[in-house]
């Protein structure tokens, strides 16, 4: 599989905002880290890792040990035409601007969960107008989201 450098000050982040007081993740929470910095795991990727680490009783991972699993897995980075069909799947109008409350439904409901907390934080970072709309160029921060969800999901 094609390796794509990983930026370790990206991933820090994205651990940071998913770990717990003792500064690791559990495995369920890999696929949720790896998406957040652009990666695009599969699903069977994600339970694969999950069974493994289930058998060897592994209940948390720190960031080394994410960061070990991305370098030895690539994760290929997603492609802006997939990017650019996952938000299409979710923009019903077809005028290029997802309702922040449609969406903030969909990311709670569909997938992996999202809290209240983390779907408010990537709205306020996406809506670059402040006015409740986001366009795919304000998508940019949590396309990975969006995109796990465009695999099985078909909107009406």
């Known amino acids: 599989m094609a390796k794509t450098a990983l930026k370790r000050e990206e991933l820090q982040e994205a651990f940071t905002m998913n770990c717990s007081a003792e500064n690791t993740i559990p495995p369920s929470k890999l696929g ?60 019903k109008d077809g005028n290029g601007l997802l309702n922040a409350s449609e969406l ?27 006015d409740g709309q986001i366009n795919f160029e304000g998508k940019a921060l949590f396309t990975s989201t969006i995109t796990m969800f465009s695999c099985d999901y078909e909107y009406d």
């Open 32 to 91: 949720v880290v790896i998406r957040s910095i652009g990666r695009a795991p599969t699903e069977a990727q994600l339970q694969s890792l999950c069974r493994e680490f289930e058998s060897k009783g592994v209940r948390a991972l720190n960031c080394q040990q994410v960061e070990a699993i991305i370098n030895k897995y690539g994760f290929l980075p997603e492609t802006p035409d997939a990017l650019r069909e996952a938000f299409r799947i979710f923009d």
């Open 104 to 130: 903030r439904h969909i990311l709670c409901n569909l997938g992996e969960k999202l809290t209240d907390e983390e779907v408010d934080e990537m709205i306020r970072e996406a809506d670059l107008t402040g």
